[in-house]
């Protein structure tokens, strides 16, 4: 079933509609980028693959930058403007409740994005990549972040180009 929520469909509605659209997509792709680049980076630096120069400030580092600058904003700017997309569109259907819960699931694996990258990021030490033998080494925790974003990517971008028919369960 749609739920339909009428809007004015002029040409500056139109116009309108289409910037978000624009923004949305844009925002989306800067997040999903920065998204996958934060476990490669992670991971290079944890297995000695990439050397950064150090700032001497935890808080200073190329992953934090990137995820408080660029992945945080653009996530919050692509949610902002794919709800007013749906919104001023008036159209609720089964494939966008599929597309948000995978949405959902992209936002969980920001959040543990932001953990990784202050556990990886946590020490000025150079053991700081070195954990408790009972945790995931920070290597291993970002391949199964960027495999988990990448397929949450994929099935986010494949749902919205196919907007398959999804069978309600009764």
Same mark, same amino acid.
């Given at each position: 079933?749609?739920?339909?929520?009428?809007?004015?469909?002029?040409?500056?509605?139109?116009?309108?509609?289409?910037?978000?659209?624009?923004?949305?997509?844009?925002?989306?792709?800067?997040?999903?980028?920065?998204?996958?680049?934060?476990?490669?980076?992670?991971?290079?630096?944890?297995?000695?693959?990439?050397?950064?120069?150090?700032?001497?400030?935890?808080?200073?580092? /190329?992953?934090? &930058? =990137?995820?408080? @600058? #660029?992945? $945080?904003?653009?996530?919050?700017? +692509?949610?902002?403007?794919?709800?007013?997309?749906?919104?001023?569109?008036?159209?609720?259907?089964?494939?966008?409740?599929?597309?948000?819960?995978? /949405?959902?699931? &992209? =936002?969980?694996? @920001? #959040?543990? $994005?932001?953990?990784?990258?202050? +556990?990886?990021?946590?020490?000025?030490?150079?053991?700081?990549?070195?954990?408790?033998?009972?945790?995931?080494?920070?290597?291993?925790?970002?391949? /199964?972040?960027?495999?988990?974003?990448?397929?949450?990517?994929?099935?986010?971008?494949?749902?919205?180009?196919?907007?398959?028919?999804?069978?309600?369960?009764?």
């Amino acid at each position: 079933g749609r739920l339909h929520i009428h809007f004015r469909r002029d040409s500056k509605g139109l116009c309108l509609m289409l910037w978000l659209l624009v923004l949305h997509i844009s925002a989306l792709l800067v997040w999903c980028a920065a998204l996958l680049y934060l476990p490669a980076i992670m991971a290079g630096i944890a297995s000695g693959s990439i050397d950064l120069q150090k700032t001497g400030r935890p808080d200073a580092t /190329v992953q934090r &930058l =990137v995820f408080t @600058h #660029i992945a $945080t904003p653009s996530a919050l700017v +692509a949610i902002m403007a794919g709800t007013l997309v749906f919104v001023f569109n008036g159209t609720v259907d089964a494939w966008l409740i599929a597309k948000l819960t995978l /949405v959902v699931g &992209l =936002v969980i694996s @920001h #959040i543990l $994005t932001g953990l990784v990258v202050l +556990a990886a990021t946590g020490s000025n030490d150079a053991s700081s990549s070195q954990r408790p033998a009972d945790s995931m080494p920070i290597t291993l925790q970002c391949a /199964v972040l960027g495999i988990t974003q990448s397929v949450l990517i994929i099935a986010i971008f494949w749902t919205v180009l196919a907007k398959p028919s999804v069978v309600p369960v009764h």
